[in-house]
């Protein structure tokens, strides 16, 4: 039986170190604050932003929700992004990608303040997490996963990490934070051959396929750390579920973080953590 | 006996190449043009140089040397920084780094042109290697095993690559590109536990350690390929010599790149593609 490593035990740890952090900031005068700019009402959306203002709202965070109707042109869009950026009461801005096709993305990846960049997402905090140095902010799951084995102890130097997926958002930035940290990745994806030889050999396995149920009980082994990152709809269970199958695997590995309630829990405290961080470096 | 893949064929090819680009950049009004930077007169740093100028000289590309005393101040150093940073008639830089202590080279990543980063050191450069995007330019050594291994006619789809180092120059970004190619590929470093053990499952090993003689019989396998891209100096040699215990190895497996006379061969050939494609992009 493994020990089932949860996400809210790391989000109540950090949301207590968070709220004194909060306060020392408000006492020198500066009152956190995040911008959610959001186009439309995809649902996913909706649910990410429903735990982010609750989370703020947890640390003592102020919010700015700045919503946008799906078919909002190009124009509009950028004035109003334009006008979010340039606002020094804002220290960091969650943009929800990808944007409606008639909008330029890329336009506004290139265009955010790298200073409130929160979630990652522009070349100089890809490039931060590529270097390993404290400029931007990684992407807020890949180190929500990070966070989550450091606040079980897991000592991450000299393990062997097996990272599945390459994605921008997840796979890749853990396997650069993982490597920071001195573990020994190797980044799977779906051109690798034999995948499940390869994970079986990892102490931890990080999983973020995003394919439901792809990590069965031939991935695994008994000293196996697996941090389910991925996040599927379960037709069968009519709820979201993880890569992993949970029922089968759950008794063959060491730790094993569920989904929902594992990683997903501790996304929202690190986009928090980035918004005092970010607010913090204007003093 | 393994084949030995050295860096001429593929320098010739490439060259040849390369000269009827730049004839056809010129013939279009671009004369490609290279800054070679130095401060000072280090040993490494001149060997360099000279295969640079010679390279651009057979390709048909214009070298300005921009070459500054080693006691230089910060201020006479940024003007004349600043200078072929901005003319217009200069494609690419190649700065040569560390600067000395007394210069902040941190300066000078962060204020280098993009556009004319031929060497991939800005983090426009090491973004676009993270992300894959074509935008900047991968450091030259690392591409050139990455074009040592084309030229060789290696697929590299679904290969179990490993990389021995985990530097800006080589390491890190060597892994991503042979990851972008869909190669499944494993970073290791001096904190990896049992590195011969992941090394001798490599169909594909890149040696970037910096370790005379580091890579013995117990890390290869008879279908390995073994790129070297060590360069120590071999006192019992009194000669550079790879990573690689050579006369040991090169019978186990199935091609190995000699040094001298294998990546860095290629290493001048895409330093001078990169000036190329500068050039190319300001028409």
């Known amino acids: 039986m493994a020990e089932i490593w949860k996400g809210k035990p790391v989000a109540d740890a ?24 959001r186009v439309g009402e995809r649902p996913d959306d909706l649910a990410y932003e429903r735990g982010a203002l609750k989370r703020c709202e947890a640390v003592g ?8 109707p799906a078919d909002v042109d190009q124009d509009s869009f950028r004035r ?17 990608r990808p944007l409606p096709p008639q909008l330029d993305g890329e336009w506004a990846r290139q265009n955010l303040d790298p200073a409130k960049d929160v979630d990652g997402c522009t070349d100089g905090s890809l490039a931060g997490v590529f270097t390993n140095t404290p400029k931007g902010f990684a992407p807020c799951t890949a180190q929500a996963a ?6 079980y102890g897991v000592e991450l130097k000299g393990k062997r990490a097996v990272v599945i997926g390459r994605s921008l ?12 940290r001195n573990a020994t990745v190797t980044i799977c994806h779906t051109r690798t051959v034999d995948l499940p030889a390869l994970a079986r050999q990892a102490e931890i ?27 599927n709809w379960d037709e069968a269970r009519g709820s979201i579920s993880g890569d992993a199958d949970f ?10 973080t569920p989904v929902p309630g594992g990683v997903g829990s501790v996304t929202t405290c690190v986009l928090a953590d980035h918004v005092l ?4 470096r204007t003093l």
Chains 1, 2 share one sequence.
């Open 247 to 256: 029922e089968a695997v759950e008794p063959l590995v060491k730790a094993i």
């Open 277 to 280: 961080q970010a607010a913090g």
């Open 61 to 68: 965070i102020r919010v700015v929700q700045e919503i946008l």
């Open 205 to 231: 396995l990080i999983s973020a396929a995003g394919v439901l149920h792809s990590v069965g009980p031939e991935y695994t082994n008994p000293d196996q750390i697996l941090v389910d990152v991925g996040i």
């Open 169 to 180: 958002v997840i796979g890749r930035p853990v396997a650069m934070l993982l490597m920071h």
């Open 14 to 37: 950090m949301t207590a170190r968070m709220r004194e952090e909060a306060l020392a900031l408000k006492a020198r005068g500066v009152a956190p604050t995040l911008c959610i700019f």
């Open 80 to 96: 109003r992004f334009l006008a979010v950026n340039r606002d020094p009461s804002i220290h960091g801005i969650l943009l929800f």
């Open 146 to 151: 990070v966070e989550l084995l450091r606040h």
